[in-house]
C-alpha cells in the first residue's frame, strides 16, 4: 500500500537559514509527488510537484524538491527562509489520474525565528 | 488554473442538527470527488471517493450514514453530516480531479464546531 513518511514533526529554523523538510514514500508504481504548504485554518496551497523528467522540480516561492528513486524520498528544500513560510508543510504521493486519491504524510510544522 | 470552491468555509451550529458542505469546480467538470478530514495539527484523512452519477466509495471506519456523499453533477458534490456532534467538529476538505490525466485540485476547507 501507498504511504508517506515525514520523519520531522517539528522543525525550527532561523530567518535566512537553508531549509530540507524531509519526505520518504512507498509506492507501487511510477509515483507522482507533492508539496503542499498550509497555513493555520487555511485550505492547502500547491509549492510543486514531480511527475516524470528533470528529477530536480522548482516550485514557488523559491521552494525546490528532489526525486531520489534509490532513496525513495523528495525532499523540499529552501535556500533562505522567511518568517513567513512558517506553516505546516505536506508531502504527498498518488496517480495523476482516476479514483486513486493522493495519500498525504503527517506534515511537518516549520517554525522561524527570528 | 483549475478551482474548487468549497462552501460555506466555517459553520457553527448545534448538536444534533444536520450540516451540507458543497464542493463545487468552477472551470472543469469533475469526475471524480475525493472528501478528506483533517483534525487539528494533524494530517489529511481520506474518508470517501465518489464518481458522478455513482455511490461514494467509503474508507473504512467511515459512517455512511452519518457522512452523506452526493456527486450529481459533474460541477457538484456534497457532504452532509447528520445529526451531528462535538465530536465530527472538524476541518473538511473537498478535492476534485477532472477527466484523463488530471490533478487533484483542492478547495478551501469547512470548519465545522458542533456545539
Known amino acids: 500500500a501507498q504511504s508517506v513518511t515525514q520523519p520531522d514533526i517539528h522543525i525550527t529554523v532561523s530567518e535566512g537559514a537553508s531549509l530540507e523538510l524531509r519526505c520518504n514514500y512507498s509506492y507501487g508504481a511510477t509515483p507522482y509527488l507533492f508539496w503542499y504548504v498550509q497555513s493555520p485554518g487555511q485550505g492547502l496551497q500547491l509549492l510543486l510537484k514531480?511527475?516524470?523528467?528533470?528529477?530536480l522540480v522548482q516550485g514557488i516561492k523559491g521552494f525546490e524538491a528532489e526525486f531520489k528513486r534509490s532513496q525513495s524520498s523528495f525532499n523540499l528544500r529552501k535556500p533562505s527562509v522567511h518568517w513567513s513560510d512558517a506553516a505546516e508543510y505536506f508531502c504527498?504521493?498518488?496517480?495523476?489520474?482516476?479514483?486513486?486519491?493522493?495519500?498525504f504524510g503527517k506534515g511537518t510544522r516549520l517554525s522561524v525565528i527570528a | 488554473g483549475a478551482v474548487v470552491s468549497q462552501h460555506p468555509s466555517w459553520v457553527i451550529c448545534k448538536s444534533g442538527t444536520s450540516v451540507k458542505i458543497e464542493c463545487r469546480s468552477l472551470?472543469?467538470?469533475?469526475?471524480?470527488m475525493f472528501w478528506y478530514r483533517q483534525f487539528p495539527k494533524q494530517s489529511l484523512m481520506l474518508m470517501a471517493t465518489?464518481?458522478?452519477?455513482?455511490?461514494?466509495?467509503?474508507e473504512q471506519g467511515v459512517e455512511k450514514d452519518k457522512f452523506l456523499i452526493n456527486h450529481a453533477s459533474l460541477t457538484l458534490s456534497t457532504l452532509t453530516v447528520t445529526s451531528a456532534h462535538p465530536e465530527d467538529s472538524s476541518f473538511y476538505i473537498c478535492s476534485a480531479r477532472g477527466r484523463g490525466n488530471q490533478p487533484q485540485h483542492f478547495g478551501d476547507g469547512t470548519r465545522l464546531s458542533i456545539l
Open positions: 472551470d472543469f467538470q469533475a469526475t471524480t
Open positions: 514531480y511527475f516524470s523528467g528533470d528529477t
Open positions: 504527498a504521493v498518488g496517480q495523476n489520474s482516476g479514483n486513486t486519491p493522493l495519500v
Open positions: 465518489s464518481n458522478e452519477g455513482s455511490k461514494a466509495t467509503y
